[in-house]
């Protein structure tokens, strides 16, 4: 894949995440992929598709910033800011970083997300 391509399947990938919407989120992953977060165990595709949308089940607001991405040819590697404004307001920013594979048809088969389990155990206070 070529960055531009990478770039385009990481921008709608990260916006429909933005805009809670997970089925297209969950579009861009080969049904065989695996996602792990250092916080916690790999995941099937089905499993992570319940635990993603539940950081902002309670109407909490996300968005990416200061986002940074380094091409493999076949990879990418993003950091970026997750930023989380819970319903009463308080801001919770992450920084990640997150290393993505795919397979040919650009199709999303691993995801490793590493982020400060301290910054994100405030998403939950």
């Known amino acids: 894949m ?3 391509e990478i770039d385009a399947v990481l921008d709608d990938l990260f916006g429909a995440a933005e805009e809670g919407d997970w089925d297209r989120f969950a579009g861009h992953f080969a049904d065989d992929a695996r996602l792990r977060q250092n916080v916690g165990r790999e995941l099937k595709k089905a499993d992570a598709m319940v635990a993603l949308p539940a950081f902002t ?3 909490t607001q996300l968005r990416y910033e200061r ?3 380094v091409y493999g040819e076949s990879s990418a590697t ?3 800011d997750a930023v989380f404004v819970k319903p009463d307001g308080r801001v919770v920013s ?3 970083c997150v290393v993505i594979q795919f397979d040919a048809e650009g199709r999303i088969v691993r995801s490793d997300e590493y982020l ?6 405030a998403l939950f206070a």
């Open 2 to 4: 070529t960055p531009a």
């Open 57 to 59: 089940a309670d109407g």
């Open 67 to 69: 986002v940074r991405r």
């Open 78 to 80: 993003e950091m970026h």
């Open 94 to 96: 992450i920084d990640i």
């Open 116 to 121: 400060d389990s301290a910054a994100a155990a």
